[in-house]
C-alpha cells in the first residue's frame, strides 16, 4: 500500500525534488480518480500561467508562496467529496475575499489569514497573509499548524486510500 512521504516543506528536499513530488501527487490522485471513476471523482481545474496568477496576487494584495504558485501552475484547484482537502481556484479565492469571506478569520494574535480551500466538510485551509503559513481551522475552531501544501497532498491520497478500501 503506497503512504506518502510527508516531509517538512523545503528541509529535506531541494526545490526541483519537491517539485517533482508535488507533481507525482497530483498524477496519483489523477490515476486514483480514474481507475475507481465510479467511487472517486476530483475534479481539477486547468493550470494557471504564472502571469495569471501575479495578476491574481496584485489584485487581492497579497503575495503567494512559493510552493502555491507552483500547484496554480499544475493545477487551478481540485475538488471531491472523497479527499481530505479541496484546493479552491484564484477565482472562488477572490470572490470569496471581495464578499468579505475572511473578515471572521482573524485570530487573538492579530494576523489576518485569506481562506485558500475547505479542509473537510466544515474546516477550512488558512494561509497567514504576512507570514504565508498554512492553518488549517476545524469545524470545531481548533487551528492547526501545517507545514506544506504537500502535507495535505500526501493527507488526500491516504484517505483516498482509506476510502478505496471497502471498494
Same mark, same amino acid.
Given at each position: 500500500?503506497? @503512504?506518502?512521504?510527508?516531509?517538512?516543506?523545503?528541509?529535506?528536499?531541494?526545490?526541483?525534488?519537491?517539485?517533482?513530488?508535488?507533481?507525482?501527487?497530483?498524477?496519483?490522485? @489523477?490515476?486514483?480518480?480514474?481507475?475507481?471513476?465510479?467511487?472517486?471523482?476530483?475534479?481539477?481545474?486547468?493550470?494557471? @500561467?504564472?502571469?495569471?496568477?501575479?495578476?491574481?496576487?496584485? @489584485?487581492?494584495?497579497?503575495?503567494?508562496? #512559493?510552493?502555491?504558485?507552483?500547484?496554480?501552475?499544475?493545477?487551478?484547484?481540485?475538488?471531491?467529496?472523497?479527499?481530505?482537502?479541496?484546493?479552491?481556484?484564484?477565482?472562488?479565492?477572490?470572490?470569496?475575499?471581495?464578499?468579505?469571506?475572511?473578515?471572521?478569520?482573524?485570530?487573538?494574535?492579530?494576523?489576518?489569514?485569506?481562506?485558500?480551500?475547505?479542509?473537510?466538510?466544515?474546516?477550512?485551509?488558512?494561509?497567514?497573509?504576512?507570514?504565508?503559513?498554512?492553518?488549517?481551522?476545524?469545524?470545531?475552531?481548533?487551528?492547526?499548524?501545517?507545514?506544506?501544501?504537500?502535507?495535505?497532498?500526501?493527507?488526500?491520497?491516504? #484517505?483516498?486510500?482509506?476510502?478505496?478500501?471497502?471498494?
Amino acid at each position: 500500500m503506497y @503512504k506518502c512521504e510527508c516531509s517538512t516543506f523545503l528541509l529535506k528536499y531541494d526545490y526541483k525534488e519537491w517539485i517533482i513530488m508535488l507533481k507525482e501527487e497530483i498524477e496519483i490522485m @489523477k490515476l486514483l480518480s480514474e481507475k475507481y471513476s465510479e467511487n472517486i471523482q476530483i475534479h481539477f481545474e486547468a493550470p494557471k @500561467k504564472i502571469d495569471e496568477i501575479r495578476t491574481f496576487e496584485k @489584485k487581492i494584495g497579497i503575495q503567494l508562496s #512559493a510552493e502555491l504558485r507552483e500547484l496554480y501552475q499544475l493545477t487551478n484547484g481540485f475538488n471531491s467529496f472523497m479527499t481530505y482537502m479541496d484546493l479552491w481556484s484564484l477565482e472562488m479565492i477572490i470572490e470569496h475575499f471581495n464578499e468579505g469571506y475572511n473578515d471572521w478569520i482573524e485570530e487573538d494574535d492579530g494576523n489576518r489569514y485569506i481562506v485558500l480551500g475547505s479542509d473537510g466538510p466544515c474546516g477550512f485551509l488558512l494561509m497567514e497573509i504576512t507570514t504565508g503559513h498554512y492553518l488549517k481551522y476545524g469545524d470545531e475552531g481548533e487551528i492547526t499548524n501545517i507545514d506544506s501544501i504537500k502535507d495535505l497532498m500526501c493527507w488526500n491520497i491516504d #484517505a483516498l486510500y482509506d476510502n478505496m478500501r471497502g471498494f
